[in-house]
C-alpha cells in the first residue's frame, strides 16, 4: 500500500499504512496524520533525549511513562527499555528500530480482534552510534488509567476488586486464544480505564509480543500466567495479597466452561508459586527490582 510523505510524493517505503515518516529535530518518526504537524515540530522530542534510566518505583514497569497533550490530544509516551539483565546492561539502546513497526502491527491486529490496546499514535528513533538506536513509543492515552499495582494499592473495595480481576482475566484469556502471547505480562502491563461502555481493561507495552496462527497452547498459557503471578508476588502479594476466593475468581473467568483446564492450571500455578520461595528471599534482601 502506498503512503505519502509529509511532501506529499508517493513513498511505499517511508512509513506503515496510516502513518507519516516525519523528521524531526531530534529523530525521525512515524505518526498519525492527526499530530504528525506537531511530532514534526519537535513535540515528542522530549522521550529520545538523554539517557534511559530503568524505573525502580513499584508499579512502573521497565520505565516511566509521560502524559502530555500534544495537537489536541491526550497522550502518553515512553521511552523503550530492555527488561531483565539486559537492562541493567543496556538500557535504552538498541540495534535498529524494527521492532516499532512490530509494535504498531500488533496494535492494529489487537484492536481488529476486540482486545483492547491503546491506539499508536507515533513511534520514533534517534541514532545513537552506527546502528544503535533510542526508541519511543506514543500513544493515545487511556481515561482514567489505573494499572493492577496501582488497584491494589489504592484499596479498591472488594467488589471492585472482584470486576478488575475477573475483567483481567477475561481480557488475557482474549489475547491467548487470538494467539497473542505479551512478552512481558505483568501487573503494570495490564490498564483499566474508562470509556463509553464502562471500564474495560487494555493492555498495554506490546514491544517483543508474539502473535501465532492459532490459540495458544496450554503449555505457552501457563508460562504466560506465571509470569504473572510473579508479577504479582514481587509487588502485591507482600502488601495486600488478595484472599484465595478471589484469585479462584480470576481463573474461573479465565478457563470460563473448562473445568479440566482449571484444576490443572490451579495445580500448576500453585507449583510456580512454591518455587518462587528463592526470589522471595532476593526481593527482600536486594529489593524489588530484580
Known amino acids: 500500500m502506498t503512503v505519502e510523505d509529509r511532501s506529499g510524493n508517493p513513498d511505499p517505503r517511508s512509513a506503515p499504512p496510516g502513518y507519516f515518516a516525519v523528521r524531526s529535530p531530534t529523530g525521525t ?5 492527526e499530530c504528525a504537524d506537531a511530532i514534526q515540530a519537535g513535540g515528542a522530542d522530549f522521550l529520545l533525549q538523554g539517557t534511559a534510566v530503568r524505573s525502580r518505583r ?8 509521560t502524559a502530555f497533550d500534544l495537537a489536541g490530544h491526550h497522550l502518553v509516551g515512553k521511552r523503550a527499555q530492555h527488561g531483565g539483565l539486559l537492562g541493567r546492561w543496556l538500557g535504552g539502546v538498541y540495534l535498529g528500530h524494527g521492532r516499532l513497526l512490530t509494535q504498531l ?44 499495582y496501582e488497584a491494589a494499592r489504592d484499596g479498591a473495595p472488594w467488589r471492585r476488586r472482584r470486576v478488575i480481576l475477573e475483567r483481567s482475566a477475561e481480557l488475557i484469556r482474549s489475547m491467548h486464544d487470538a494467539g497473542f502471547r505479551h512478552a512481558d505480562l505483568n501487573v ?12 474495560r481493561m487494555h493492555v498495554v507495552d506490546l514491544e517483543r509480543g508474539r502473535l501465532r496462527g492459532g490459540p495458544l497452547s496450554d503449555r505457552e498459557r501457563l508460562a504466560s500466567l506465571a509470569r504473572l503471578l ?45 518455587r518462587l520461595a528463592p526470589r522471595r528471599l532476593l526481593w527482600k534482601v536486594l529489593g524489588r527490582s530484580t
Do not use: H
Not at 513499584?58 to 511513562?65: K, M, N, P
Not at 503494570?188 to 471500564?199: A, I, K, W, Y
Open 105 to 148: 502491527r500488533l496494535a492494529d491486529v489487537l484492536e481488529r480482534r476486540g482486545i483492547a490496546t491503546p491506539e499508536v499514535m507515533a513511534v520514533g528513533w534517534r541514532r545513537l552510534l552506527g546502528p544503535l538506536q533510542a526508541l519511543a513509543v506514543v500513544t493515545r492515552a487511556i481515561a482514567a488509567a489505573q494499572n493492577l
Open 188 to 199: 503494570t502491563n495490564l490498564v483499566l480505564g474508562r470509556g463509553p461502555e464502562g471500564d
Open 29 to 33: 518518526w512515524w505518526a498519525r496524520p
Open 230 to 274: 510473579r508479577s504479582y508476588e514481587k509487588w502485591i502479594a507482600g502488601r495486600w495479597r488478595l484472599p484465595a476466593r478471589e484469585e479462584l475468581a480470576f481463573l474461573r473467568r479465565y478457563c470460563a466452561a473448562d473445568r479440566t483446564r482449571m484444576r490443572r492450571l490451579r495445580l500448576d500455578l500453585d507449583r510456580s508459586r512454591r
Open 58 to 65: 513499584a508499579g512502573r514497569g521497565r520505565g516511566d511513562v
